[in-house]
């Protein structure tokens, strides 16, 4: 008899399985699908900046404008893609749980780190493109940058997972998540300072922590960039750590209802 | 060794949940002895089966396999977005693979005999193409006990007369636990069987047994 392999074995085999099978629908699905996947956050930053500069706006707290669209885009980003990905991770690997060792976290949790993997790309492809045309890439916080960008990641994956288990239950919200990251992406200062907005309001837009994360990652760019006041990195990981943590808890108590026939 | 404890199932309707098909299945199946379960349409035999290869889940009650038991055989999934050989390739990592992938990826091509479709797109496989990469999918791996539900391979003469054989092998070789509504194809592979009947099952150390109960239910 073939000896057992004990739980944290099948569960490294299905992450390496599950990984290569993601990346490869990620960057081949569609004709040149990897190409789409550098081109949309360029796009966005070649638009955004396009018309700053058309409205001769140089400069975002004492940044420099491009470097300001192109950290918080590149951020915004790191965010949606593995919030939307883990909200659809269980439909899109249905198939896979024939084979009992595929548990739908694990579904979940493979899309989120191939995403962050695919970002990390397309960032270090964007930020040597933007060396090249002269701009100060270099950050002088390295570590508030990827402290920022994991807490953003995190935020992805929580929003991910409770997306995920509600939309099992109620189908209706898969609508209302995606339609959600539209009004997320203007009021999270991805195109649009927060500094401009007048108390109260700009109290009530930081209660997004997506917003903090953004300022975060900036402030963590350039030493000089005036963020907008009240960002926490406490407040942008407590929001993460308690949405995955909702998540966890709607995982352990659907799971059967995600995979049930 | 498989032990079923104390098993429920429903499932949900479109009204809410429906009727209780499995009500409290208890049973130890011992190692090397194949089963065939027996029982009327509907009687929860297929339900038993996903459980116990764990596709399904039981709503209450638990199932502990103390050996490698496989998934219904020819009915593994297969991604359409990839090719035969990339399938082959993900289904041995799932199951730890990595090492001797190779010669189970060959094992799957040689066996199926797609020849050049293995390198197409699952998407683009006729029903017979797609059961045939599924059966050689399930030979691939070498598991204690086997699960099958009704199907032995599907496919042109040929290859199911390549599959009868290897079916029997494999039966031979390792356990099985088997769904059949065929007289002959249960009394020639199994000598235990299961008879399923208004949510409890009957174990029965002999198939013959097991038919005889099942007929005297339905003659009634």
Known sequence: ??????????????????????????????????????????????????????????TVGGMDIAMWIIVGLLCFFLFRRTGIQVMRAVDGNKSMFTYRQVKPFDAAIVRAGLEAFLMSIVAIVILSAAT??????????????????????????????????????????EHIFTILMTPLYLISSVMFPLTAVAEPYRSWLLLNPIAHGLELARA???????????VSLSYLYTFATVLILLGLL???????RLVMK | MIVVDNVHKRYHTGHGPGPWVLRGVSLTIPPHVNVGLIGANGAGKSTLLRIIGGEDQPNKGRVERRCRVSWPMGQGGLESSLTGRQNAKLVCRVH???????????????FSELGEYFDQPVRTYSSGM??????????????????????????????????????????????????????????????AGIWIHEGKAHWFDDIDDALKAYKESISK
């Not at chain 1, 290569?20 to 789409?36: C, I, K, N, Q």
């Not at chain 2, 730890?96 to 040689?110: I, P, W």
């Not at chain 2, 999918?137 to 054989?165: C, H, P, Q, W």
Request: aromatic share 14%; proline share 4%; net charge positive.
């Open chain 1, 1 to 58: 008899m073939a000896k057992p392999r004990n739980p944290f074995e099948v569960t490294f085999a299905v992450w390496n399985a599950l990984f290569l099978r993601e990346a490869l629908r990620r960057l081949f699905d569609m004709r040149a699908a990897w190409l789409w996947l550098l081109l949309e956050p360029v796009l966005h930053i070649a638009f955004i900046a396009y018309v700053f500069k058309a409205i001769r706006m140089r």
């Open chain 2, 96 to 110: 730890g693979h990595q090492a001797d992938l190779t010669d189970r990826v060959a094992f799957v091509r040689d």
């Open chain 1, 132 to 173: 090249l045309m002269g701009y100060t890439t270099l950050p002088d916080d390295p570590l508030l940058v990827l402290t920022a960008a994991f807490g953003l990641w995190l935020c992805g994956l929580g929003f991910g997972l409770v997306a995920s288990v509600s939309m099992r239950l109620v189908p209706e919200l």
């Open chain 2, 130 to 191: 797609r059961s045939r990469l599924q059966f050689a999918l399930s030979l691939a791996f070498d598991f204690d006990v086997y699960i099958s539900d009704e199907v032995t391979a599907a496919g042109d003469a040929a290859f199911r007369k390549k599959a009868a054989e290897a079916f029997k092998a494999m039966a031979n070789r390792a356990g099985l636990i088997m769904v059949s509504h065929d007289e002959g194809t249960l009394k020639q592979f199994c000598q």
């Open chain 1, 220 to 230: 963590g760019f350039s030493d000089y960039y005036h963020a907008v006041p009240g």
């Open chain 1, 250 to 256: 709607l995982y352990r108590r659907f799971h059967l």
